[in-house]
């Protein structure tokens, strides 16, 4: 609420002066503020708002992270279709601006949706995200292919690949201080050990990602740990 109402003045400030960069900030925020409280409809809107503006001022740095923002909810909607399509528009942008960052990015939300139907494209796909990471030193970027990776493997039944990479990703989430995928991998470990029928070990990972997810009022990643 509270960092919902401050973005809210920012935003009125932005429009009463004509700000239009501050005014787009303020609505993509916004829009993930309520991706992330799981307030899909809200996040949509919020988004769609920020990317028509970005078109207007011509902000292109602003487009691509609307784009991947509407990706991100759109995958949460069960609209897989749309999630590619957004992704694919907004890894043309990067790529045209050379931003290697936002490409690499795009690349692992595409595994994300690949990983729906295609486990195998997904796995080529996370693989040349990390590649890229590592290339252009992007170490949060680097830690969240890796969690992927262990992901696709614990989905694919290569328990011990999955362990392994997950507990890399968990490693470099805690060194960047990325509470947010700390809690994602500790939730994916939690899957990992109840796999391997480690049931305690499970339970304990289960808890603490849901820990997690609840201090950070993140909804929609609660949901999946309880």
């Known amino acids: 609420p509270e960092a919902r109402s401050q973005t809210s003045a920012a935003l009125a400030i932005a429009r009463e002066v004509g700000d239009g ?31 028509a503006l970005s078109l207007r001022i011509g902000d292109r740095q602003a487009e691509i992270s609307s784009l991947q923002d509407l990706g991100n909810v759109a995958i949460d909607l069960g609209d897989f279709s749309a999630a ?10 990067a790529r045209e601006l050379g931003d290697r960052q936002a ?6 939300n595409l595994g994300l949706v690949a990983g729906v139907g295609d486990q195998l494209d997904a796995r080529a796909k996370y693989t040349e995200a990390l590649r890229l990471a590592r290339e252009h030193g992007f170490r949060r970027e680097e830690g969240t292919s890796l969690g992927n990776l262990g ?30 995928f700390e809690g994602a991998w500790i939730g994916v ?23 997690i997810s609840r201090q950070l009022g993140e909804r929609l990643m609660e949901v999946r740990w309880q």
């Open 189 to 211: 470990l939690g899957e990992i050990a109840y796999n391997l029928t480690d049931f305690d070990l499970a339970r304990t990972r289960a808890e603490e990602a849901l820990a």
């Open 84 to 93: 590619r399509a957004r992704y694919e528009e907004a890894l043309t942008i």
């Open 21 to 51: 960069e501050g005014e787009c900030a303020s609505l993509a925020m916004l829009g993930s503020i309520a991706w992330l409280a799981g307030d899909l409809p809200e996040a949509q809107a919020r988004l769609e708002e920020a990317r």
């Open 103 to 108: 490409e690499t990015n795009l690349v692992g």
């Open 151 to 180: 992901d696709i493997a614990n989905n694919l039944g290569e328990y011990e690949e999955a362990r392994a990479r997950c507990e890399e990703a968990l490693a470099l989430s805690r060194e960047l201080g990325d509470r947010r």
